[in-house]
């Protein structure tokens, strides 16, 4: 059974960091594109940043520079690394998986920035 399983969300300060990690038991990791999306109370829910089976990185205009999608396919893991969080960046975020033919959720972890 195909799993992604995120953690690392927390409750952390403006101006803080936070790696997000999504783990995936799904067969030929390598062969899909990852991405990060989020979703806030009350709003659709949004791609943050994405990554190709060639290592190409994109990522929604509100988080350039502060965020960095990478993989690991040896691990079959994606990552996202978050700094100078914002509290607008305050969400459920959820790794995703997109396959030729098969798409995949995880269950969300949560991140709220907050003093």
């Known amino acids: 059974q195909v799993q992604l399983v995120e953690s690392g969300g927390d409750l952390v300060q403006p101006g803080g960091s936070l790696r997000l990690s999504c783990a995936a038991s799904?067969?030929?990791?390598?062969?899909?594109?990852m991405g990060w999306y989020r979703q806030a109370p009350g709003k659709q829910r949004e791609l943050v940043a994405g990554?190709?089976?060639?290592?190409?990185?994109n990522y929604a205009d509100s988080v350039k520079g502060r965020f960095t999608i990478s993989r690991d396919n040896a691990k079959n893991t994606v990552y996202l690394q978050m700094n100078n969080l914002k509290p607008e960046d305050t969400a459920v975020y959820y790794c995703?998986?997109?396959?030729?033919?098969?798409?995949?959720w995880g269950q969300g972890t949560q991140v709220t920035v907050s003093s």
């Open positions: 995703n998986a997109n396959g030729v033919t098969r798409h995949y």
């Open positions: 799904i067969r030929f990791f390598s062969t899909y594109i």
């Open positions: 990554i190709t089976t060639g290592g190409v990185e």
